[in-house]
T-cell receptor
Framework: AQSVTQPDIHITVSEGASLELRCNYS??????LFWYVQSPGQGLQLLLK??????LVQGIKGFEAEFKRSQSSFNLRKPSVHWSDAAEYFC????????????FGTGTKLQVIP | EAGVAQSPRYKIIEKRQSVAFWCNPI?????LYWYQQILGQGPKLLIQ????????DSQLPKDRFSAERLKGVDSTLKIQPAKLEDSAVYLC??????????FGSGTQLSVL
């Protein structure tokens, strides 16, 4: 069965510093991978997705993620964090027929300090 | 384009009472999902519909939870009777053909 692991529950970074959030997945076939962001009291918003092709994908708000098959990872990065990036970030994998079943990780809460 | 609509936004009930949540997906989206998100955890899939048929309800506690999507459009999720551990945010999402999900703002349920 598919699964997603986000090893960091909580991360604190200074505004302007770089950011990397870790995600490891488990799935027998080629995965479809996502990063979602959830601000307090809000629904989840898609940041970026990987289906195939270039393993470095660009997303909204200056985020990018790199798919590494050998490490079963899909880490999210941002070169310079803004205070408005403080939120919870979820990695997810799509599986099953038509890749319609989407399984989420437990999330990483990002705190940004001035 | 209108997003995924959910109501109510908040609900407070006592244990053993019943509650229902409503979701209207984006027009034309055949796939509809209900997720449960307990505080501090990631969303957990409860049930997935393709049009008006159930694709996956393996994690739905069927002794107390039920869901329907009778006309293949909007959907209702019901809990009867509610338990304290059902306190969570219930998220509805829809997609045109899987993969990219569009989420509603969720219903925050508190069971006292």
């Amino acid at each position: 069965a598919q699964s997603v692991t986000q090893p960091d529950i909580h991360i604190t970074v200074s505004e302007g510093a770089s950011l990397e959030l870790r995600c490891n997945y488990s799935y027998g076939a080629t995965p479809y991978l996502f990063w979602y962001v959830q601000s307090p009291g809000q629904g989840l918003q898609l940041l970026l997705k990987y289906f195939s092709g270039d393993t470095l994908v660009q997303g909204i708000k200056g985020f990018e993620a790199e798919f590494k098959r050998s490490q079963s990872s899909f880490n999210l990065r941002k070169p310079s964090v803004h205070w408005s990036d403080a939120a919870e970030y979820f990695c997810a994998v799509a599986s099953g027929r038509g890749y319609q079943k989407v399984t989420f990780g437990t999330g990483t809460k990002l705190q940004v300090i001035p | 384009e209108a997003g995924v609509a959910q109501s109510p936004r908040y609900k407070i009930i006592e244990k053993r009472q019943s509650v229902a949540f409503w979701c209207n997906p984006i027009s034309g989206h055949a796939t509809l999902y209900w997720y449960q998100q307990i505080l501090g955890q990631g969303p957990k899939l409860l049930i997935q519909f393709q049009n008006n048929g159930v694709v996956d309800d393996s994690q739905l506690p069927k002794d107390r939870f039920s869901a329907e999507r009778l006309k293949g459009v909007d959907s209702t999720l019901k809990i009867q009777p509610a338990k304290l551990e059902d306190s969570a945010v219930y998220l509805c999402a829809s997609s045109f053909w899987g993969r990219k999900l569009f989420f509603g703002s969720g219903t925050q349920l508190s069971v006292l």
